[in-house]
Nanobody
């Protein structure tokens, strides 16, 4: 069992930055690709970014390319999401996810995901 705990959410003005963290605990973090999803009120959960365990390759949704950066520190069992140039439409609960198969994350197969965090709220004001 892997437990994922997100932190770093909050309120920021448009154009600002936040860095989200997701700390993994429990069984080994090794072998799990990691990702971030978000869910705005009344909308479905959507893929944001992912990082593959084996080689650190990164994947992004089109709407965050050039603004968000995903990274991981395997020694700390932590994955990060640096969010810059935030927009009001980025307002959502952001969830951390882990799966052994990168395509589960990148293709947004939410029902098949191995593990989810409970989420952290990001609010971007205009």
């Amino acid at each position: 069992q892997v437990q994922l705990v997100e932190s770093g959410g909050g309120m920021v003005q448009a154009g600002g930055s936040l860095r989200l963290s997701c700390a993994a605990s429990g069984r080994t973090f090794s072998g799990y690709s990691m990702g971030w999803f978000r869910q705005a009120p009344g909308k479905e959960r959507e893929f944001v970014a992912a990082i593959r365990w084996s080689d650190g390759s990164t994947y992004y949704a089109e709407f965050v390319k050039g603004r968000f950066t995903i990274s991981r520190d395997n020694a700390k069992n932590t994955v990060y999401l640096q969010m810059n140039s935030l927009k009001p439409e980025d307002t959502a609960v952001y969830y951390c996810a882990a799966d052994r198969i990168i395509t589960t994350i990148v293709r947004g197969r939410t029902n098949d995901m191995n593990y989810w965090g409970k989420g952290t709220l990001v609010t971007v004001s205009s």
